[in-house]
């Protein structure tokens, strides 16, 4: 089969019912490819982001659309634009002498006799004149995979209603980050993701679900209906934690655990990583760990339970902090005492029934409730019990590697506002630094959902494996995404032209190459179905009816 011939079949398996094509005049690797629509194309049916291929000798490359031209071979054209621009002239000039030129940036290639037809890293370019097409199911299929076990189906490509596969495998392997300004679908996307973590059973989730929309149930991105979380989609896969009893019981919901946490356990790294959002000096902050040395374990309760000057005044001296420092601490730190999930009498084993569920494989999302609106307790309650579980994950590891112990389950935690913990002042600081930094060094990753990646440190977000990038339309957010990444130029003009809802441009360790996608519905009985949901009321319902047409 020559290369026309080729060319002719690729262009019947596209899909889609506006057609254009074209041929390689120029470019280079690093540049980009330069193409010139045949003249029955419409250049209206390109859009940038679109997935291609590239007809070439020897090889087959595969690239994405990064920018769409008018180009014209007479540069007086513009001056007698007025006459030319109806009639036959038109017609005839359109295609011609004035004609539309799209630009793409190889990504793939694979050797077109190559048995294992494995796509590589494109390294080289075709040849000019080698024919441009849009890409086709088969394509996409080679490219990304087939939905099966460990290849989840997170959307389609632009304009087209193939399955795209996220590999779930790797995916699970390092940080990643969902991002994306307010109202562009974020929630419904992290959801999807974290349903294909359990449907591979690859991973285990730990969700600090800030305004309850991943456990029992959550809102459509119009907020106009419910839709089901994790806990109904996977009801013997999911436990629901809650900080809030009596906001579970308004819903509905008998949560698996009710979280509490004692004064006891609070310690001075929990405090400090509120320290902006406390309005703490840097003076008040360090007095904790004075405080602690002083009091003991339960430096917290009986710091918060002083009162008069004289005995400010005595303890500052006798912890040698100033006075000023202790003062402001006391008044901030009283804010914990509005706190009803903080008991004051005893200690608790939230963190050991947390770790519980995670070691028999089941996922927990712990709710907030009326807590999510506090940033201070969402915070507070998030750091102190991911330090502490991953304190477990580190001994389970060293076990495992002495052969005392077996391999600890990976776990990923779900965080939102990520910028709260990862700011460049706090990122080395806080446990869920030190989490995106080690690289799931003791089996333990993040997934970060923010809408102001800017803000979190460069650091950390170099070290995320798969990003998932909704709409943003500050200029500092999207440098922030694609810092380190290959072609940023290219994929800015990508980013800026996603729409406002369910679209996202997806890049990194997850995926061969960077692709624009839909991403797939989430909210209907088909796609609960296509999730592994089964209603159990209709099953009855047809059961019941089974019964009575056999036997009357």
């Given at each position: 089969?020559?290369?026309?011939?080729?060319?002719?079949?690729?262009?019947?398996?596209?899909?889609?019912?506006?057609?254009?094509s074209?041929?390689?005049?120029?470019?280079?690797?690093?540049?980009?490819?330069?193409?010139?629509?045949?003249?029955?194309?419409?250049?209206?049916?390109?859009?940038?982001?679109?997935?291609?291929?590239?007809?070439?000798k020897?090889?087959r490359?595969?690239?994405?659309?990064?920018?769409?031209?008018?180009?014209?071979?007479?540069?007086?054209?513009?001056?007698?634009?007025?006459?030319?621009?109806?009639?036959?002239?038109?017609?005839?000039?359109?295609?011609?002498?004035?004609?539309?030129?799209?630009?793409?940036?190889?990504?793939?290639?694979?050797?077109?006799?190559?048995?294992?037809k494995?796509?590589?890293a494109?390294?080289?370019?075709?040849?000019?004149?080698?024919k441009?097409?849009?890409?086709?199911?088969?394509?996409?299929?080679?490219?990304?995979?087939?939905?099966?076990p460990?290849k989840?189906?997170?959307?389609s490509?632009?304009?087209?209603?193939?399955?795209?596969c996220?590999d779930?495998n790797?995916?699970?392997?390092?940080s990643n980050?969902?991002?994306?300004?307010?109202?562009?679908?974020?929630?419904?996307?992290t959801?999807?993701?974290?349903?294909?973590i359990?449907?591979?059973?690859?991973?285990?989730?730990?969700?600090?679900?800030?305004?309850?929309?991943?456990?029992?149930?959550?809102?459509?991105e119009?907020?106009?209906?419910?839709?089901?979380?994790?806990k109904?989609?996977?009801?013997s896969?999911?436990?629901?934690?809650?900080?809030?009893?009596?906001?579970?019981?308004?819903?509905?919901?008998?949560?698996?655990?009710?979280?509490?946490?004692?004064?006891?356990?609070?310690?001075?790294?929990?405090?400090?990583?509120?320290?902006?959002?406390?309005?703490?000096?840097?003076?008040?902050?360090?007095?904790?760990?004075?405080?602690q040395?002083y009091?003991?374990?339960?430096?917290?309760?009986?710091?918060?339970?002083?009162?008069?000057?004289?005995a400010?005044?005595?303890?500052?001296?006798?912890?040698?902090?100033?006075?000023?420092?202790l003062?402001a601490?006391?008044?901030r730190?009283n804010?914990?005492?509005?706190?009803?999930f903080?008991?004051?009498?005893?200690?608790?084993?939230?963190?050991?029934?947390?770790?519980?569920?995670?070691?028999?494989?089941?996922?927990?999302?712990?709710?907030?409730?009326k807590y999510?609106?506090?940033?201070?307790?969402?915070?507070l309650?998030?750091?102190?019990?991911?330090?502490?579980?991953?304190?477990?994950?580190?001994?389970?590891?060293?076990?495992?590697?002495?052969g005392?112990g077996?391999?600890?389950?990976?776990l990923v935690?779900?965080?939102?506002?990520?910028?709260?913990?990862?700011?460049?002042?706090?990122?080395?600081?806080?446990?869920?630094?030190?989490?995106?930094?080690?690289m799931?060094?003791?089996?333990?990753?993040?997934?970060?959902?923010?809408?102001?990646?800017?803000?979190?440190?460069?650091e950390?977000?170099?070290?995320?494996?798969?990003?998932?990038?909704?709409?943003?339309d500050?200029?500092?957010d999207?440098?922030?995404?694609?810092?380190?990444?290959?072609g940023?130029?290219?994929?800015?003009?990508?980013?800026?032209s996603?729409?406002?809802?369910?679209?996202a441009?997806?890049?990194?360790?997850?995926?061969?190459?960077?692709?624009?996608i839909?991403?797939?519905?989430?909210?209907?009985?088909?796609?609960?179905?296509?999730?592994?949901?089964?209603?159990?009321?209709k099953?009855?319902?047809?059961?019941?009816?089974?019964?009575?047409?056999?036997?009357?």
């Open positions: 089969m020559n290369s026309d011939e080729r060319f002719e079949q690729l262009k019947r398996n596209v899909n889609t019912d506006n057609l254009w074209g041929v390689i005049v120029g470019g280079s690797l690093s540049e980009g490819l330069e193409v010139r629509l045949t003249g029955d194309s419409s250049i209206e049916e390109v859009k940038v982001g679109r997935l291609v291929t590239i007809e070439g020897s090889h490359f595969f690239g994405q659309v990064s920018d769409v031209l008018l180009e014209t071979s007479d540069r007086n054209l513009s001056s007698h634009s007025e006459e030319m621009s109806v009639g036959i002239i038109s017609d005839v000039i359109i295609g011609t002498t004035a004609y539309g030129k799209i630009k793409i940036q190889p990504k793939l290639s694979v050797e077109i006799n190559e048995k294992s494995t796509p590589q494109a390294k080289t370019i075709p040849p000019h004149f080698s441009v097409a849009t890409a086709s199911h088969a394509d996409i299929e080679l490219i990304f995979g087939k939905e099966a460990g989840f189906w997170i959307g490509p632009l304009d087209m209603e193939t399955k795209l996220l779930i790797e995916f699970t392997k390092r980050g969902v991002f994306g300004k307010s109202g562009t679908g974020k929630t419904f996307l959801r999807l993701l974290l349903a294909g359990l449907q591979s059973g690859k991973a285990a989730n730990l969700v600090f679900d800030m305004h309850s929309e991943y456990g029992w149930q959550g809102y459509s119009t907020k106009n209906h419910q839709v089901k979380g994790l109904q989609l996977f009801p896969k999911v436990a629901i934690f809650s900080l809030d009893e009596e906001h579970s019981k308004r819903r509905g919901l008998t949560p698996d655990y009710v979280v509490r946490i004692g004064y006891k356990e609070v310690e001075p790294e929990d405090v400090e990583i509120l320290r902006e959002s406390l309005n703490l000096s840097s003076q008040a902050a360090d007095a904790t760990h004075s405080l040395r009091y003991g374990k339960n430096w917290l309760l009986e710091f918060l339970n002083l009162s008069g000057t004289e400010f005044n005595m303890l500052a001296g006798q912890i040698n902090v100033n006075q000023g420092a003062s601490l006391h008044r730190l804010e914990f005492r509005r706190f009803e903080m008991d004051a009498d005893s200690t608790h084993d939230s963190v050991n029934q947390i770790l519980r569920y995670l070691d028999r494989g089941i996922n927990v999302v712990l709710e907030f409730g999510g609106r506090d940033t201070d307790a969402y915070i309650v998030a750091n102190l019990l991911t330090r502490r579980i991953y304190d477990r994950y580190a001994a389970y590891k060293e076990r495992s590697l002495s005392t077996k391999e600890p389950t990976p935690i779900t965080i939102e506002e990520a910028h709260k913990y990862l700011t460049a002042e706090l990122a080395s600081q806080t446990i869920f630094g030190t989490i995106a930094r080690e799931r060094k003791y089996n333990v990753t993040l997934l970060i959902v923010d809408q102001r990646p800017s803000q979190i440190d460069e950390v977000m170099s070290q995320l494996g798969t990003k998932l990038v909704c709409l943003l500050n200029n500092r999207v440098d922030s995404v694609l810092s380190g990444t290959s940023q130029r290219k994929l800015r003009s990508v980013l800026s996603l729409d406002s809802r369910q679209q441009l997806v890049f990194g360790h997850a995926l061969p190459m960077p692709v624009e839909r991403v797939r519905d989430y909210g209907t009985s088909e796609s609960y179905t296509s999730l592994g949901y089964t209603d159990t009321n099953d009855k319902a047809q059961i019941n009816k089974d019964k009575s047409d056999l036997f009357g």
